[in-house]
Nanobody, 122 residues
Framework: VQLVESGGGSVQAGGSLKLSCTAS????????MGWFRQESGEEYQGVVG???????RYTPSAKGRFTASKDATKYTLDLQMNSLKPEDTAVYFC??????????????????WGQGTQVTVS
């Protein structure tokens, strides 16, 4: 499975950014998709996970500010991030897991990881 991420960058507090991820080489099979983030020196934190049925679970700090959109036919996952805060600063990683999967927010549940994209909020 290959993951290509785009988006990210620098923004002032209160601003918005959109991350996008496309999965390929996974064969025609249902997949879970999600986003994790990692601050420097910290562990991975699950931001959002979406299962094969399209149900999304968000980390509490992202609820109401972040919206994930998964296209199951195109194997893409967008993450619209609004009202960004300095504490959202991190490297964001797209993740994929093949069915069966739960779309959870634990890093060990996910096999495939993108290369990461930096988000900086000042």
């Amino acid at each position: 499975v290959q993951l290509v991420e785009s988006g990210g960058g620098s923004v002032q507090a209160g601003g918005s950014l959109k991350l996008s991820c496309t999965a390929s080489n996974h064969k025609p099979r249902s997949i879970c998709m999600g986003w994790f983030r990692q601050e420097s020196g910290e562990e991975y934190q699950g931001v959002v996970g979406i299962d094969t049925g399209g149900w999304a679970r968000y980390t509490p700090s992202a609820k109401g500010r972040f919206t994930a959109s998964k296209d199951a036919t195109k194997y893409t996952l967008d993450l619209q991030m609004n009202s960004l805060k300095p504490e959202d600063t991190a490297v964001y990683f797209c993740v994929v897991e093949r069915y069966p999967c739960s779309g959870g927010l634990t890093a060990s549940e996910w096999t495939y990881w993108g290369q990461g994209t930096q988000v900086t909020v000042s």
